[in-house]
């Protein structure tokens, strides 16, 4: 899975000239927080609706109302933008992508294609793949156990459940409480919670949890 499949497009950017306050009244006219800013075709920016929150006066400032609304309206995107903007290609892996996104401290990025921006991705985009990923909107029985971190324990897991007529819905490996183990998260249909003990006996070092969700 790459970022281009998962990217939010078509993108919405905004002008460096763009004044601040309008940009804001669009992003909440748009539900969006963060916007690619262009400049002649060139990506020059990023603006996020914190940004633009942080480029009102506080409510403790002594001047006017009047005064406040004119310096506002000077405000101009070029004023409150992110310069420095961290981007990705449209064939990034997904997950390279979600690290990169963690790793910053960021919310989503411009998603880039032959030097041009294509779409944006976010952390919205991210938990919607995470959720398809996980089966999360499908029901079936999910399973979370720790395994040894050995070659072939997965397969094992695998092999008993198809054994016992179980079809995989979603499958997940995660760290585990050591170096030598490791937490797996599935999820099956066609197979009884007893079923999956069973055929998980001789495997699995610890159940965790086994749920109808």
């Known amino acids: 899975m790459f970022v281009g499949d998962r990217m ?52 403790a400032t002594s001047l006017s109302v009047w005064e406040m609304h ?73 399973v979370t156990a720790t395994v040894d971190e050995e070659p072939g324990m997965l397969a094992s897991v695998t092999k008993a459940i198809s054994e016992h007529g179980g079809d995989f819905i979603s499958f997940g490996v995660f760290s585990g409480p050591d170096t030598n183990s490791k937490v797996v998260t599935f999820k099956v249909e066609g197979i009884t919670k007893a079923e999956i003990k069973k055929a998980l006996k001789d495997v699995v070092i610890k159940f965790w949890d086994i749920r109808i969700s």
């Open 8 to 59: 939010s497009r078509p993108v919405i950017t905004v002008s460096p000239d763009d004044p601040a306050i309008e940009v804001r009244a669009m992003f909440n006219k748009e539900h969006i927080r963060r916007a690619p800013v262009m400049k002649k075709g060139k990506l020059v920016g990023l603006v996020t609706e914190t940004d633009l929150i942080n480029a009102t006066p506080s409510k």
């Open 70 to 142: 004119y310096l506002v309206s000077k405000i101009k995107v070029k004023d409150v933008m992110s310069k420095k903007v961290i981007t990705v290609d449209v064939d990034t892996p997904i997950e390279e992508a979600a690290r990169k996104m963690a790793d910053n401290k960021i919310g989503g990025m411009p998603v880039m294609n032959n030097g041009r921006v294509s779409g944006v991705i976010t952390e919205t985009d991210l938990f919607k793949a995470f959720l398809e990923l996980m089966g999360a909107r499908q029901k079936g029985t999910r």
